[in-house]
């Protein structure tokens, strides 16, 4: 790497001092995702992956393709090396459910903002037909949402956490 003794001095002057967690902050420009940012021979860089490279002493285009450059302190802004390691997508996803960072979003029922149905809509549905005085395709035509929506409905296949009154 023709990393010059100038660029960087620009570099870690950019950097805070090791916090309680022995983090380095970046301290100048950071992207919305808190990811700080310099400029290195025209090219914009993400700090945490150039300060990977200056560590590794490797050529700025080591880090193969399909990688990231992850961070064991999960803080963005981060450039200590013994905080940064490689890995792909999935890698840094399963680190972030281990570590009780991420949750996977429940969209179903009145969750899901397609939905035309309310949870008291689902009631009335199945109540509605298990009178048997009303089919399937009539009650589909009356909430606007196709049959076969209502055949998974009375049959719990769908919004089945929904229960009788």
Aim: hydrophobic content about 30%.
């Amino acid at each position: 790497m023709n990393i010059t003794e100038k660029d960087l001095k620009r570099f870690w002057s950019k950097v805070g001092e090791p916090n309680e967690n022995g983090c380095r902050l970046w301290t100048a420009c950071t992207n919305s995702w808190g990811y700080g940012l310099f400029v290195y021979c025209g090219k914009l860089w993400l700090t945490h992956r150039f300060s990977y490279l200056l560590s590794h002493k490797q050529d700025m285009d080591y880090i193969p393709e399909g990688l990231l450059v992850c961070h064991t302190c999960d803080i963005p802004s981060c450039v200590t090396d013994e905080h940064l390691w490689l890995g792909t997508n999935q890698d840094n996803i399963i680190d972030m459910f281990n570590k009780g960072r991420g949750h996977i979003p429940d969209f179903h029922g009145v969750n899901n903002n397609m939905s035309k149905l309310t949870n008291k809509d689902i009631l009335d549905i199945r109540n509605r037909y298990a009178t048997g005085e009303v089919t399937q395709q009539e009650l589909a035509d009356s909430f606007g949402v196709h049959q076969t929506n209502i055949h998974y409905i009375v049959k719990y296949k769908t919004w089945e956490n929904i229960k009788e009154y």
